[in-house]
């Protein structure tokens, strides 16, 4: 099994950033792609982000030019660096991994339990 375990969340006000981290632990075979989700109340859980093993990025059209994803791969670590945050932004954050246990194994999906982002105005 892999665990995902998620940190960095919490309240700022409207303009202001915060930087998520996801870490990988279990011990997986390889890690593809890494990323995460959101839901805001009321919502359905939107991509937010996505990086893959060897760096192709893609985000949301709402996050694009504010949010940046990076991965280190040597420490199966996703980070999510937030800018220019607004009241909008505001959610649970899921952080996920697309995983292979063993060289024989299938890619499995695999979700951290989530962090709470508020943005005040």
């Known amino acids: 099994q892999v665990q995902l375990v998620e940190s960095g969340g919490g309240l700022v006000q409207a303009g202001g950033s915060l930087r998520l981290s996801c870490a990988a632990s279990?011990?997986?075979?390889?890690?593809?792609?890494m990323g995460w989700h959101r839901q805001a109340p009321g919502k359905q859980r939107e991509l937010v982000a996505g990086?893959?093993?060897?760096?192709?990025?893609n985000y949301a059209d709402s996050v694009k030019g504010r949010f940046t994803i990076s991965r280190d791969n040597a420490k199966n670590t996703v980070y999510l660096q937030m800018n220019s945050l607004r009241p909008e932004d505001t959610a649970v954050y899921y952080c996920?991994?697309?995983?292979?246990?063993?060289?024989?194994?299938?890619?499995?999906?695999?979700w951290g339990q989530g962090t709470q982002v508020t943005v005040s105005l």
């Open positions: 990086i893959l093993r060897g760096g192709s990025t």
């Open positions: 279990g011990k997986p075979f390889t890690i593809n792609a």
């Open positions: 996920y991994a697309v995983a292979q246990l063993t060289p024989t194994s299938r890619y499995s999906d695999y």
